[in-house]
């Protein structure tokens, strides 16, 4: 027996959506056809789902957030509060610009802080984490921790999310003692079978 999502009473999904087991989908949010939501989801309250956007499993959503056409969450990923998604370069109300939509790839185990901004065409690397009130204006490397406006890389995270001690070419977690290999902006786990 799989475990049906939860649907809030005062939500609304819409014919057409596809909504993964175990997820929880809480007041006034608004699910729209095509929309795929994977499972064992979390959409706080007020979260708005386009249709065209596609949400891995795990992923965490909290309140007033909304993930617009050409927005990919993959598994694992968190979105902090009011945080905001674009999908339009340069929007005019009067001109429409449906076929201009860039993609914004947020790719497995990201974290993003309250009030923060994706600009759209951008990809967020794998863990890496966007510190509150950010804005994202160009590609962020794997398990770099952004800051500021724009957002500029002020250090490295582990999968855990902890800051990783900085070295030369090698990091390493104080808190669960994984290490990671560094290359300029490269960073990426030693497995180990490579030590």
């Known amino acids: 027996m ?19 087991a175990g997820t929880k989908i809480w007041h006034f949010c608004h699910v729209m056809p095509g929309a795929v939501i994977g ?26 957030v909304s993930v617009y056409e050409g927005v990919e969450l993959e ?13 339009v370069i340069n929007p005019r109300s009067h001109v429409p610009r449906k ?25 967020l ?3 890496c984490f966007v510190g509150a009130g950010a804005v994202v204006s160009r590609d962020v490397p ?13 250090g490295w ?3 855990c999310g902890v800051r990783l001690d900085d070295g030369l070419m ?4 104080p808190a669960c003692g994984k290490t990671y290999s560094k290359k300029g902006e490269k960073v990426a786990r030693i497995t180990d079978e490579e030590r």
Do not use: W
């Open 170 to 173: 090698e990091l390493s977690c």
């Open 125 to 127: 690397g794998e863990y």
């Open 75 to 87: 598994d694992d990923v968190f979105c902090g509060p009011s945080m905001v998604f674009t999908n």
């Open 39 to 64: 499972a064992r989801c979390s959409l706080g309250q007020n979260v708005v789902v386009m249709g065209g956007t596609k949400i891995g499993s795990n992923v965490k959503i909290q309140n007033n």
């Open 142 to 154: 794997a398990h770099a921790i952004v800051v500021g406006v724009p957002a500029r890389i002020s």
């Open 99 to 123: 076929d201009e939509y860039r993609r914004t790839l947020v790719r497995r185990g990201a974290s993003i802080g309250a009030n923060a901004t994706v600009v759209c065409g951008t990809t």
């Open 2 to 20: 799989t475990d049906a999502p939860f649907i809030h009473e005062s939500a609304y999904v819409d014919d057409g959506a596809v909504i993964g």
């Open 157 to 159: 995270i582990c999968e």
